[in-house]
Antibody
Framework: QVQLVQSGSELKKPGASVKVSCKAS????????MNWVRQAPGQGLEWMGR????????TYAQGFTGRFVFSLDTSASTAYLQISSLKAEDTAVYFC??????????????WGQGTLVTVSS | DVQMTQSPSSLSASVGDRVTIACRAS??????LNWYLQKPGKAPQLLIY???SLQSGVPSRFSGSGSGTDFTLTISSLQPEDFATYYC?????????FGQGTRVEIK
């Protein structure tokens, strides 16, 4: 069965970096885009961007350029989100979610369980 | 960017009620509209894609309609497990954007 399993919660100090992983199983990793979605405490869902595993190309939403980097290890069917120079406002749950590259509707049919990143001194 | 506006922001309903949630896009998005349900502390779950197509495994009490700028999610008979927050999402253009959410609470 399809699964996206994310790494565990992180507590970081301002200025540090964090790398969140999302390991996929149960499907052909390169056939689906991998999206990243942020949810700040008590807030709604915000799309950060996505990576197309078949090309390695990433698209970033405005506000998620510079300090945010998506990467892939296709041999391990794993996607990564790295955030550098962490700020208190980066405190949020980060979700990975796949969408089928061959569909025009880009619906996110499977999601990771979420990774809570807390930035505090 | 396409702005998505949901209404209401919250509602109270009873088990068995028919519930309707609206979602409006700031520009036409054809049928590139998806609906998700999120329970506290959990990841969102896809309910409806392409405005009206029911995702596999989702109960038939959920339905979606609309095209262009105005869309609706309907729950025909609210069940206890449906009390959650619902989000619409447009995928017509990037950046992909979500509505602010509609919280469905027990009356």
């Amino acid at each position: 069965q399809v699964q996206l399993v994310q790494s565990g919660s992180e507590l970081k100090k301002p200025g540090a970096s964090v790398k969140v992983s999302c390991k996929a199983s149960g499907y052909t990793f390169t056939s689906y885009h991998m999206n990243w979605v942020r949810q700040a405490p008590g807030q709604g869902l915000e799309w950060m961007g996505r990576t197309k595993p078949n090309t390695g190309k990433s698209t970033y939403a405005q506000g998620f350029t510079g300090r945010f980097v998506f990467s892939l290890d296709t041999s391990a069917s794993t996607a990564y989100l790295q955030i550098s120079s962490l700020k208190a406002e980066d405190t949020a749950v980060y979700f990975c979610a796949r969408d089928y590259g061959g569909s025009p509707y880009d619906d996110f049919d499977f999601w990771g369980q979420g990774t809570l990143v807390t930035v505090s001194s | 960017d396409v702005q998505m506006t949901q209404s209401p922001s919250s509602l109270s309903a009873s088990v068995g009620d028919r519930v309707t949630i609206a979602c409006r896009a700031s520009q036409t998005i054809n049928i590139y509209l998806n609906w998700y349900l999120q329970k506290p502390g959990k990841a969102p779950q896809l309910l409806i894609y392409a405005a009206s197509s029911l995702q596999s495994g989702v109960p038939s009490r959920f339905s979606g309609s609309g095209s262009g700028t105005d869309f609706t999610l309907t729950i025909s008979s609210l069940q206890p497990e449906d009390f959650a927050t619902y989000y619409c999402q447009q995928t017509f253009s990037t950046p992909i954007t979500f509505g602010q959410g509609t919280r469905v609470e027990i009356k």
